[in-house]
């Protein structure tokens, strides 16, 4: 099968990865652009993916089966709905599907209208609107903005003078603005392969979203992520699918824009019940690296099969018991201010248990060069999360990038419960 991967992050090289080790022929996966460590692996192609029309040529003249798309940029940009109608399968869902991500209230409304557990929220378009609702609601306040922001439109803080303004920076660009409850729990990162009608869970993980130890720190993409959750109770992934995905799913059909995909359900185990916090149409960055370094069952298979409305005649994917963790270095002063290109060192070869995904790598005169960002993530899987941190931890300490920074805490709680 003829895949072509579209984006550029350690998702997709870890998505790469997946498809290679499931018994994809790494000589048919084509990324478009790839990286620095993605280009180590695959062909990879200069091409704009973000550009409905030169992704569709390019997927035609070379016969391509499927078409994977990694980041919510080119599915905003439209290219799944350009690679459909040119009869192309492609996994991603159409433009007016991904909103589900990209707008906070289309997603609220579609979740009030399927019965789907959610956090209050107030839609506000000015600064009183905003500062009422805070009051409403009360600390710790949850402000985010209603549109993409890479990760970083949303504000949780007890102090109201920064809610208001993170609103009012948000406000400046022509947003809107959301103020939702607080919800107090344990974060879950639930992936559905969708082909529109039909859904199929992978295993939960959890993210860790804020830049420092102990959950200190800015909001980022997210520093880190376990692989499964053994403090999860019994069922909880069959409660997600029958309260979230299927309604969510349902819904969207209904109102004529199926989700043909990866929906990511983002949740909070709260005392009241689980709730969902955010919906992704994408696979989630860095989750995908452990969620996928677990599957078992071949990935290209679940990807063609979601892709091509075939999702009911699959099996539910196999995943290893073993746990996998990954640990990701981030350039100088990230995620607030960019540093400039370095050199990276100290990366080794892949071996059964550790491996690197790249993110913001480039080659350059035989040198790996760090872009800035979220550079790579490390990936370990082992049979205890001891050992899984202790490889990953290892494997981290040794590389070399001037400035950069990871979190030394990332499934240590799991850990320590692990070894009571
Ligand atoms: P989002 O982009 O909506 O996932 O928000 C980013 C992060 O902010 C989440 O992963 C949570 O850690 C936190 N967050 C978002 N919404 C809430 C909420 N209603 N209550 C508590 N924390 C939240
Ligand atoms: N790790 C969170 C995300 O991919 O949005």
New binding site residues.
């Given amino acids: 099968m003829k895949i072509l991967v579209l984006g550029s992050g350690a998702?997709e090289h870890a998505i790469i990865k997946a498809l290679i080790r499931t018994g994809s022929n790494p000589e048919e996966i084509t990324c478009a652009p790839g990286n620095g460590g993605i280009s180590q692996e695959v062909k990879t192609v200069n091409l704009d993916a973000n550009n409905p029309e030169a992704v569709t040529n390019w997927a035609l003249e070379a016969n391509t089966d499927l078409v994977v798309i990694g980041p919510e940029a080119p599915l905003v940009a439209g290219v799944s709905d350009a690679l459909r109608a040119a009869g192309i399968a492609v996994f991603g869902p159409s433009k007016a599907a991904a909103a589900l991500e990209g707008s906070k209230a289309f997603a609220k409304d579609v979740m009030a209208a399927a019965d789907v557990p959610t956090g209050m929220a107030r839609k506000c378009t000015s600064l009183t609107e905003v500062e009422s609702a805070l009051d409403e609601y009360g600390a710790p306040y949850v402000v985010k903005a209603d549109g993409l922001a890479a990760?970083k439109g949303v504000i949780v803080t007890t102090d109201k003078q920064a809610a208001l303004d993170h609103a009012q920076t948000f406000l400046h660009q022509g947003m809107e603005i959301l103020v939702e409850e607080f919800l107090d729990g344990e974060e879950v990162?639930l992936f559905f392969f969708s082909d529109g009608t039909s859904v199929v869970p992978l295993s939960p993980a959890q993210?860790f979203?804020r830049a420092y130890d102990f959950d200190k720190g800015p909001n980022t993409?997210?520093m880190g992520?376990y692989s499964p959750l053994p403090w999860l109770p019994e069922g909880f992934v069959e409660e997600v699918q029958e309260l979230v995905a299927l309604p969510t799913v349902r819904e969207l059909a209904r109102l004529a824009t199926p989700f043909v995909g990866l929906l990511?359900c983002?949740l909070i185990v709260t005392s009241k019940g689980i709730r969902v916090i955010?919906f992704?149409a994408?696979?989630?960055?860095?989750?995908?690296q452990v969620v996928l370094r677990r599957l078992v069952t071949p990935l290209s298979h679940l990807l063609h099969n979601a892709a091509t409305g075939h999702l009911a005649e699959v099996n539910e994917p196999e995943f290893t018991k073993d746990v996998a963790v990954t640990v990701v270095l981030a350039s100088e002063g990230y995620p607030v201010t960019s540093a400039p290109n370095r050199e990276i060192t100290g990366i080794v070869p892949d071996t059964d248990s550790v491996e690197v995904a790249h993110a913001a790598t480039k080659l350059e005169d035989g040198k790996l060069i760090a872009t800035g960002g979220r550079v790579l993530s490390v990936v370990s899987i082992a049979e205890d999360f001891h050992e899984a941190r202790r490889a990953a931890y290892e494997a981290i300490c040794g590389i070399e990038l001037e400035g950069s920074h990871y979190r030394t805490d990332i499934a240590l709680k799991v850990d320590e419960v692990e070894n009571v």
């Fill in positions: 998702r990760g990162s993210d979203k993409g997210g992520a990511y983002g955010e992704n994408r696979f989630g960055d860095p989750e995908t």
